[in-house]
């Protein structure tokens, strides 16, 4: 078991460039959430999804930002026009199929990818 | 009103000493409780889970928590150096969907 797959680790754009992140969720989950953490800074919520479907999208700026988790391949977090305000370290977790159990809802990260706008 | 709370610290404990991690929750409809170490330049990594009032013990680390106060704690027996990291305290909420939202930790500092 591979764990929680994030790449590239670390991703190097300038100002008004495109960056995309991709995580590939552990064996058996179906449950991919994104956060995001600045420097000295707790992890922020960004959005959470199931295949194919985006549960809860509350923590993701209205602009700029978007996330998918396709029936096929990874979770992508793509974030348009960068600007330096957006270096961070984005973090991807995954859990198993949402159920009765509370260890359902543990959450197992990944390494995170690291984003520097420059 | 964050809705979950932590002291950011850094709080330093000499070795041996028993650490004592601290977090206050705001939903009251929130069932699942963790604790993650995160070392410095690191991915956060569970240590403990929580659900029902009470104490929940896993070797050096106990988890505490009290629903009608709000509150969850971490302690660490026997701290050593190499607890030295950020402690978050997490929190899924009484809400429809499943995410976990965190506090912004708390530095633990162990001293040899």
């Known amino acids: 078991n591979a764990g929680v797959m994030q790449n590239p680790r670390h991703l190097v754009r300038r100002r008004g460039q495109e960056a995309r992140l991709r995580c590939s969720p552990m064996k058996g989950h179906s449950h991919v959430y994104w956060y995001r953490q600045l420097p000295e800074e707790g992890l922020k919520f960004m959005v959470y999804?199931?295949?194919?479907?985006?549960?809860?999208e509350s923590g993701m700026p209205k602009e700029r930002f978007s996330a998918e988790f396709p029936k096929e391949g990874p979770s992508i977090l793509r974030i348009q026009q960068v600007v330096r305000g957006d270096s961070a370290a984005y973090f991807c977790?995954?859990?198993?199929?949402?159920?009765?159990?509370?260890?359902?809802?543990?959450?197992?990260f990944g390494a995170g990818s690291r984003l520097t706008v420059l | 009103q964050k809705e979950v709370e932590q002291n950011s610290g850094p709080l330093s404990v000499p070795e041996g000493a028993i650490a004592s991690l601290n977090c206050t929750y705001s939903d009251r409809g929130s069932q699942s409780f963790f604790w993650y170490r995160q070392y410095s330049g690191k991915s956060p990594e569970l240590i403990m889970s929580i659900y029902s009032n009470g104490d929940k013990e896993d070797g050096r680390f106990t988890a505490q928590l009290n629903k009608a106060s709000q509150y969850v704690s971490l302690l660490i027996r026997d701290s050593q150096p190499s607890d030295s990291a950020t402690y978050l305290c997490?929190?899924?909420?009484?809400?429809?969907?499943?995410?976990?939202?965190f506090g912004t930790g708390t530095l633990l500092a162990v001293q040899p």
């Open positions: 997490a929190v899924i909420g009484g809400g429809a969907t499943n995410k976990l939202i």
């Open positions: 999804l199931q295949k194919e479907n985006i549960i809860d």
């Open positions: 977790a995954s859990s198993p199929l949402l159920g009765g159990e509370a260890g359902a809802n543990v959450l197992t």
